[in-house]
């Protein structure tokens, strides 16, 4: 899906997932996978894939690999990487969480919550 780049950007996509949804269940998970898939597929650079996921995980922090919720974020980054993760967020490429609200999205009717986050399309 997004070629040859998928092994360099698959434990930043899996870092900014399990950062993001650190001890929330799989379909929330899931959901943040399908958004984040979707705006990379607007950027046609690498840089700039990374830079998007490294903007929106400002906490990343060292994962190790023994930590059982960061493998499973692992497998949905491999998984929504290679093309095999349904879009369950309507085609939202902007996310945010519910205790925010930025300027981008005010007036905007979100296309999905699954607390704690909002989705659009943008």
């Not at 870092?15 to 898939?37: E, F, R």
């Not at 974020?73 to 998984?79: F, P, Q």
């Not at 300027?103 to 296309?111: D, E, T, V």
Request: net charge positive.
């Amino acid at each position: 899906m997004l070629n040859s780049s998928v092994d360099n950007i698959s434990q930043i996509f899996a870092q900014t997932l399990y950062v993001n949804t650190q001890g929330l269940p799989l379909k929330i998970k899931d959901a943040l996978a399908s958004c984040l898939l979707n705006q990379l597929k607007n950027s046609s650079n690498i840089v700039e894939k990374i830079a998007y996921l490294k903007q929106i995980s400002k906490n990343l922090t060292t994962i190790y690999t023994n930590n059982e919720e960061f493998s499973i974020c692992l497998r949905i980054a491999e998984l929504a990487l290679k093309g095999g993760l349904k879009d369950s967020v309507y085609k939202a490429n902007f996310f945010h969480h519910q205790n925010e609200i930025p300027k981008s999205c005010k007036g905007l009717a979100p296309i999905l919550i699954l607390e704690p986050f909002y989705f659009y399309k943008i």
